[in-house]
């Protein structure tokens, strides 16, 4: 009786297991007609393994290019891009002190339209933009917002963190940055 309850548990986790698969395949045939909608968006970005948190790595052949791929590498932990749809047009303005500052407001900035204007997703995010003289920026994001129905939950970005923040312009400029997740 105890190895037949066990044998019962197995099957029901395998079940459950196998409807999760099904559904996630089904989420994914969705997915691959929403994502043929649009062009593919160009990733210059990947994801380092950091202890906490997870620290992003974008790269461009611009300033102006790695900062659009910092927010795009943000949004993409949070869910596949290619699955918005670019509905809405909302522009974000920057400033600060030096190039570190004005990462850190451009960042928390997009972070925040993310919490307080419906889940805003965008599938692109271009300058408009880089002021570098002055430390200003004016940016571009085309959106929709965040469903589950449609895209997938990754991680909840809770915060940009300044500590470790590097940005190196020669060449090929390229950021690293922690979010904590």
Do not use: C
């Amino acid at each position: 009786s105890e190895g037949a309850s066990k044998m019962k548990n197995v099957y029901e986790r395998v079940m459950v297991q196998e409807e999760e698969d099904i559904r996630d395949y089904y989420l994914n045939e969705k997915q691959k007609v929403t994502k043929a909608k649009y062009p593919p968006v160009n990733q210059k970005y990947e994801y380092l393994d950091h202890t906490a948190d997870v620290q992003l790595h974008p790269w461009g052949d611009t300033l102006k290019e790695a900062f659009e791929q910092w927010a795009m590498a943000m949004f993409g932990y949070m869910t596949d891009t290619e699955t918005v749809d670019p509905l809405q047009a909302i522009e974000v303005e920057t400033q600060g002190d030096d190039l570190q500052s004005l990462l850190f407001h451009f960042l928390d900035e997009w972070l925040y339209k993310f919490s307080a204007i419906e889940f805003f997703i965008p599938r692109e995010v271009k300058e408009l933009s880089l002021d570098q003289a002055n430390f200003k920026l004016r940016s571009i994001g085309w959106r929709e917002e965040f469903s589950l129905s449609k895209h997938l939950q990754g991680a909840e970005v809770k915060a940009i963190i300044y500590s470790n923040m590097q940005i190196h312009t020669e060449e090929k400029p390229d950021i690293f940055e922690i979010i904590e997740i």
